[in-house]
C-alpha cells in the first residue's frame, strides 16, 4: 500500500486535538462503500442456523440481524464520535452461508450523496449484524468469533474508487 | 464444545417467532463479561499510532476510541433487537499495541447486577472501539480489519462462569 | 381504490429481503404529509381535558403532547426499520376537541424537500402524541382508545399528490 | 366506568405544571401489560402480505415489523415525555391476520419488575409495529387505517390488575 | 473548600485510563440530587415571555421547556461519557422569573434508588431547559446568557449529604 | 440592544402554540456558529486538572469533555424540541485554562450548509462539555459553576453576521 507515515490523520487539527473534520468545502458527490465480515459458528450453532425448522423460522436469525444490521448503520454518527451525520439513501444487506468454513458473511451497501463517505456506515452496519447473529445464536454457542469486517470498496468523493486488494483478506 | 443442536434458541418463543426473552423469574446476581477483539493497521497507520506526536497527541485516538467503547457499550440494548436494557455498574476498556503484530487489541470489561448477562454489552463497546479507531485512521489506511472479537470469559448468572477454551482464537 | 397485487413491494430486493430501498437516483422534491388520528376518552378524562383548571394547567396535556409528536416525527427513522432518514423542514401539530364524540383529533404536518416522502414522519408524529394523551391521562381512565390514525394526502415525489378518498375514514 | 373527574391526573403538581411522578416511595412489584391494535389493508396490501411469496418472504413484513415493535418498546421513556425509564424484562409480539374485515392485529405483552406499570410500553410497542406495516405496504396501498390501539390488561402494582370491560372495542 | 489535590478522580483508574467506575459493590441508597441555572435575557426577551398573549399562549416558553428538561435528565447517561445509566424515580422542573434582574431561574430535582447519585441528571436537565428557553427566544435577543449552573444539594450515598454554601454563588 | 417587543415568537404560530418553524421556503447558505462558556472550580479541581500527572494522563478530563461536546452537538435536535435536525458538516472545540479566575473555557464552533441556523448545536456542544468536566471532577469539587454560556457570533442565513457586542458578557 502506497499510505506513508506522513500523511495527515484528518480528525486531528494542528495542534493535535479531536475534531469533526470541516467538509463545508468539499463538492457533494455520489457514494457508495461496501463493507463484509463474517462470524464463524460451532457446529452446533450452524446447525441451528441451517436447519431452523428444529429451532426457528427459516432465515429469522438472519432476517433479525438484517434489520439491526440496517438499523445500527443509521446510527453510525451517534456512535463513532468523529462522524458526521449524514442521510443515507441506501442501505441493504446480504448474507452467505458457508456450510464448510462454518461461516456467515455479512455484505452490507450503503450509498448516499453527500459531502463525506460512507465508509464508516457500511462498517457499522456489518459490526451490528454480525453482533446480532451472536446475540441470538449464544444460547446455543458462547465461543463464537466476528471475524474480518473490513471495506471492500468505496466509489465517489475527490479520492474516487478505492478498491480492496485481491487477497488481502487472507 | 459440547453444543448439541438440540439446544433452543432462547430467543424465538414456541412458535419461531422472535421476542424478548422472559427474565422475569430469574434471579438477579452479579453479572460479568470481558470481551476482545483487535484491528490490523498497515505500517503506515500504526507508525500514526505509535509515534502520535507527529501526526497527533499522545494516546488521542486510543483515548477517542476508548470513550466510544463506553459509549456504545450504553447503547447495546437499542442495537442489538432482543437484548434486554440493563443498568451497567462498571465498564472499562483496554488496548495492547502488538508492534510485530501490526495490531491493536482492545478489551472490554463490563459488569451489573441484574437478570441477564453483559456478553452483549462487552462485545458491542469492542465493536465500536475498534470502528471508532478504523474512523480516525483511514484517511492513512483504508485496508484496516477488525478481527477475532470475540468473549472472553462470562461469569453470574444460572449458567455460571464460562471461559474461552485456550488456543480457541488462533 | 386502484391498487393491484402486481404491485411490487418496494421494501424488499430481487429475492425477497427487507433492505433501505435506494433512492439516490431520485429527484429530490418538495415534499409534504398530513396525517390524522384521534383517541376516545372517557367522560371523566374528557372533563380532565377540557376543565383543566380543576386538574391542570389550560392546555397542558396537549401542551405535552404537542411537543412529544414533534420530537417523536423527529425519530421516526430511528423507529421504522426501513425509513430513510431525513432532514424535516416544518412540522406543525393541531388538536381539535370533540365533546361530543369524546374524542381529541390530532392533526400533523411534515415537510422536507428531499427524495423520500414524509408520510412516515406525519404518521408518527400523530401516533406518539396520541400515546402522550394516554400516558397523561391513564391515572383517570386505562381504557381511552386510539382510532383512525390515517394518512389525510401527500404532495411531491413522483407520484405526486394523493388525497384520502372522502369518507374512507367511516 | 366508574372513573370520576375529581381525579386528579398525576401527571401534574399541585401547580398544575407536568412533572415526572415521584415513584421512590412505591414498592417494586411484578407488572405487565397487554395492548392491542390493528391495521385496516386494502385488498392488494392484504394480498402482498398474505401471498407473499409473489411479492416478499414469508411473514417477512410482519417479521419486521415485530422487531420494530419490540426495538419500540424500548424507547418509550424516550418517546413519551413524562415515562419513567424502566428495564423491561420480557417482550412479545404476536400478530393475527383477518382476512375477512382485512385486518392485521397486533398484541403486544410487556413485563418489568418494578415501581411503574408498562402499559405505555405495551401500547408504543404496538404503534410501532402497526406504523412499520403501513411503512412495508404504502408502496401498494397508502390508505390503511390504524384503528383500536387499547389496553387489554394491566397486571401488579398498587392498583393491581385492570381487564378492558368485554365489548369495550366496539 | 476542604477539597485537596491528592484527591482521586474517580473516573480514571490506576493507569490514569477514563473509565466508568465500578460502583456495582456499593449498597444501593435513596439518591436526590437538586440542581439551578438561570438564563439572563434582554427587555424584549423578557417582555416576550412575561405578556406572552401578544406573543404566545402564556407560559408555553416554560412549558417547552419543562419537557425538555425532563426529557434532556433521561439522556444524562447518553451525553455525559462516564456516566452510569439509571432509572430515574422522580424529575421535577421549576421555574422562578425575576423581572428585576431579567433572569429566569431553573430549578431541577432528580431522584432514584441506586447505586450512583442524580447529580449529573440533575444539572443535565437545568442545562437543557436553559438551552430550550434560549432557543425559543433567540429570534428575540441572541444575546441572552445562560448562567450560574450548580448543584444545590444532594443527598444520599455513602458520602451522605452535600450542601451548597450559601452564598457561593455570588 | 435594537430587539422590540414587537418582533414574533418565530416557535410559535398564529394561535400561540409551539411548532417547529417552516423553513422550507429558506435558501440554503453556508452556516456558522460560535458559542462560548465557562466551569469555575476550585483550587483543588483546578490543580487536578493542571498538574494530571498526580491525577489521571494529560489532558484527559478535556479530552473526553471534547467528544462528549462534538457528540452532544450531534443530538441537539433530540434535545431541543423545536430544533430542526440537520447534518452538520464541521464541528470543533477548544478549551483555554485561566489558572488565575480558576476556570476552563469551551469555545465551540459548529458549521453546516442549510436552511436553518447552528446555534443551537454550538450551543448545546458547550454545554455538554461544561457538563462532562463538572461530572469527571465532581469527585474532587462539587461546587463547580458553570457559566456564561453565550453566542459569540454566527454567521450566514437571511439575517446575515450578528457578534456578540463586546463587553456584554461581563
Redesign the interface.
Known sequence: ?S???S???????AL?????????HKQPS?RKAVAQ?SIRL????F??LQ??Q????K???L??A???A???A??T??????????????????FALDAEQLRVQITVTA?????TGV??EA??GA??G???I??????????????????LR?EGGKSGT?L??SG??D
Chains 1, 2, 3, 4, 5, 6 share one sequence.
Open positions: 500500500m499510505d506513508t507515515p500523511q495527515k490523520l484528518s480528525h486531528f487539527d493535535g486535538q479531536a475534531w469533526m473534520v470541516d467538509v463545508g455520489q465480515g460451532s457446529q452446533a450453532a446447525a441451528a436447519n431452523p428444529e429451532h426457528s423460522p432465515g429469522d436469525v432476517g433479525v438484517r434489520i439491526a440496517i438499523q445500527g443509521k446510527q454518527s451517534n456512535l463513532i464520535p468523529l462522524c458526521h451525520p449524514l442521510p443515507l439513501t441506501h442501505l441493504s444487506v446480504d450509498e448516499t450523496f453527500g459531502k465508509e464508516m462498517l457499522t459490526s451490528v454480525l453482533l446480532t451472536y446475540d441470538m445464536l449464544k444460547a446455543v454457542d458462547k465461543g463464537m468469533v466476528i471475524e474480518a469486517i473490513a471495506l468505496k478505492w480492496r486488494p488481502a483478506e
